[in-house]
């Protein structure tokens, strides 16, 4: 999964330090100098951006400048942004003239000193002119007054099932600690950043915007990746899909800190009874507070004026930065704190902390969100009556903190949705004022993006995360709503008899060359480290098997019943090649080359199990894994990929999901290309066990898994294949229990891709600045500094189309399913998107044989013109004719040139015009059980279907299933009336087969 990196803060500002001197290298250690002068002295940031590796993340290990040692783990704050990441920064001041800087640190590169990269920014925070004493009172009453309903009974109702949450599971928290929330990220323990602010056009700053809460000196930035610096070895770390608490001791001080992904509330308590809110220079310099004093008028006045003491409710607002973004900051107290002491730098008077005497709880919150704003002036009375009704509700909602979150669900089969029960558990907190905690039931944010969601009760909470808005319910600890099941049919299509002679040849030009490649890597030869990896080859090329010859159809019916039956197999082991990924980028070898290439005896051999299980460290939950990325083997995280080693490694393990989306898609296609579900049917409890992923790493605010086991991205397009799949493969084997959850889980995923799909034209843009566009590709929890993170992206062209839109939505997968779900539900957004999509295809100059994300783009592009039924089959035919000689058009090989992608050469343009031919027919197939199809036509009055069935267990029935536009006038088997089951509300038609024999669908009479 591709990262975006915008950052609009200027590097080329900075002044780089590039004199090396002196260099020694003596097997880790390394030390260099480097001279450099100053035009005139003053305070200056040195910024150290260095390699960082899991054995020894901090590369660099001292610095001297003009003799004053600094130890960067003491001295250096980690929380500065880089070209290419995170980087360390330090304060000094140089003197005008010459200065000598010393480097000493540990790395296994060879070459240190071309790695590390020394840059000077001076006066990184402009000074602070002093705020004039303020003092203002203002009689005001919330302009909305909150109603107090009676509160309903939280019992579930009968016929809910219970669903994600009734049981233990991480989410996003699993495996690592720090994590991203509603709006903000805790990179370390108690430090509370706003990472997706560096992708703000307006925001030019070389450090993320944050503070901190943890106790006055401590430096120790307790974490499990970049940028923290102290294991959380020791920690007591309590999860589930909902929220978190986190905490350690710091010298003697019990500190911890609770956040849940239904608050925009962080927790910090202390045993030291006092709260330091620090590291204030990288959250603005507040000027002003807004407050409500005894009697109940609000006060707005500057910090040097600001007592507590007759405090008259248990919030206090910090706004009124000098310049943007103006992130207001509400803190809400438990107790009224002793004592109050605001600390300003000596040299900028600048805010640098604020210290609250007998305080041993605090609630902290940035209340509007992803909202920014240019400097509030403290006298803007708008902004103090809103902040007033906002801060009054969060400083109630906040004292009813939502830690857990059951869900139960019920499906509707009459309207084809998913009902959806969620309850709320709260942690009360009791303050000194008295104030009554006002429980809310929100529902997921991304819920709200979707525009597929419906709920009785979505009251407005005022607060834009980077996931959606939060809406859902007062003054209750349940709420409901309501989602579509995922379209999962995918679209076979019928050979027309007017293409009975072309399609079938054009096919068959491509076939013998790929058959013959394909079969000289019989299984266990492994291209990809997954299981997918072994029907890869033939899994898209059995979709067209009515379109071959009986013969081909017998030898790709063989490969690919051999394959399905090895994958089914919890024992089964691959041999894996160990491969140089980027030649093969690069490259577009010939066959022949290919089959060397990989017969090399310098190749490195690995024996993979298909199938692992992990177990995730918080919550001892485990589950099947059955795809390992290439990364790990190269970076040397897994040296020999046993099951042990697979199970133990402490690293989250990324893009299972996209395994798991192709291995479940191909299954499912070698269930009908095969005709034989007996494999699946054995090997159902693994599949089962696999498919928990998307449980156990389910996340309420985004409603799905993330790509990686701690979530961070939200999605890996290809996993949308295993919902489908998994859905269909269920109803084929009568998987009652498992179908109800399969549909469950689906229609969340199916709300997150809509979500994703729509969110930058509606949400997204408002609060960069930026005009509408498409699309976001993804959400991320921004918990790392160089990853992907909510940004105003720079690649997006004038008509506000962003490139690979399509692509990102299902990477590998080419599931006309997605697509076709965002037709139905969208008609006019996707129509919007699938112009711009085809603009961009016609204006690209060249295709390398590494562009293949193009290839797949413009394979989704046409795909979608094909299967849209309002598009002219003359349109799509010049659209195709077009991109194909621009080069543009899928050939033999889908995406990177790696053994198991080989495709018949035509097979994807086949593909593509029988979909657009299929637009003439009443009907398609969509789903077919113990048989297999030797022919499937249509002659222009009839569908016309030569089958042979397969034996199945006693109970079962072999059938096929069509999507149709309507009911033919009589269905006929083996020229004598057959009955066929025909549901208008879906738009299918499903007939049983008793034998082998001829199955008929007449829609004219003769």
Known sequence: MSSDRWIYYDFSGEKVLEDRQNLVKEGSFFAFDVR???????????????PRNQNEPFGLQEVSVNGRVYDMREDSLPYFIGPHGGREGIFLDLPAGESLLKIKGKTEAK???????LSLVKDLFPPAEKVASYSVFYDLTPEEPEREKAKEEDSIPPGFLPGIGCRQVPGRFGFVKGDGVLDSTMFTLGTVCKMYMAGHPRYKKPFIWHYSTFPDGENSYRGSATPARTPITGDKVTINHLSSTWETDFSGTKFRCTYSLAS????????????????????????????????????????????????????????????????????????????????????TRRLSKIVFGSCPLLITSTPYGIESFDPIAPDDEDFIRKSLRICRFWSRAFLAYPVRCEEYYRHDEEKRRTQILQKFSFRYIEDDWGTVPLELAPLPPVSQLSGVMEADENEDFF?????????????????????????????????????????PALLKQGFDPYMDFVQAFPPPAQSYPYAGAFL???????ALTNFLSEEDQAKLRNNLARALCFICDEEATGDYRVIDWSKLMRSSPEDGELIDYYADPALRHLALKLWNTRKEPFTGQEYTVCYLNAFYFSEGAL????????????????????????????????????????PIRKCFPLLKSAFHFFEIFHDWACMGSGYSENGVTWCEGANYGAFTAFTQLCELLEEKESLSLARYYSSKQFALRMGIFRASYYYFHKYFGIPPYDICQSFREGNQIYGQFLCAPKDIKKDGYRPFTLYKMSTEGLYGELFEGARKFFPEDWKRVRALVGKDMHEQTECSPASWGILEQTAVYLMSLALDPNVPSEFFEKELFSLKEKGLLMGKWRGIHIFSRRLPENAWEVQLKAWNRMKEHPLWLTLWKGVSLLSAEWTGKEARLRVKRHDLPEGEFSFVRFGCRKAPLAILFNGKKAEGKFDGKSSSLEIKIPCDGILTCIYEEK
């Not at 450099?36 to 260095?50: A, I, Y």
């Not at 070459?111 to 990269?117: L, N, Q, S, T, Y």
């Not at 600890?477 to 072309?502: I, N």
């Not at 080859?537 to 059995?542: D, G, L, R, T």
Request: with cysteine.
């Open 36 to 50: 450099f002068s100053c035009e005139e002295g003053g305070s200056f940031l040195l910024l150290v951006d260095c």
């Open 536 to 542: 890869e080859p033939y899994a898209f090329a059995s």
């Open 111 to 117: 070459e240190p000193e071309k790695h590390v990269r």
């Open 264 to 347: 925009p509330g962080i927790i910090t308590e202390s045993s030291g009874d006092v709260m330091t809110l620090s590291q204030l220079e990288y959250a603005g310099n507040y000027r002003y507070a807004l407050l409500v004093r005894k009697g109940g008028k609000a006060q707005v006045c500057s910090l040097d004026n600001l007592s507590l003491e007759d405090m008259g409710e248990n919030f206090l607002l910090l706004f009124s930065c000098t310049e943007f973004p103006d992130l207001p900051l509400l803190l809400v107290f438990q107790k009224k704190p002793g004592s109050v002491k605001v600390v300003y730098d000596e040299k």
């Open 463 to 503: 607060f834009p995360s980077q996931f959606g808005p939060l809406k859902g319910k007062k003054n209750s600890s349940t709420s409901r709503y309501s989602l579509p099941w995922m379209p999962c049919e995918r679209k076979f299509p019928l050979l027309d008899a007017s293409d009975k002679t072309l399609l």
């Open 639 to 678: 040296k020999k990929a046993t099951r042990e080693e697979i199970r133990n490694l402490a690293v989250p393990l990324i893009e299972n999901d996209w395994g798991l989306g192709l291995t479940f898609y191909y299954i499912f296609l070698a269930a009908l290309g095969s005709g034989d579900v007996e």
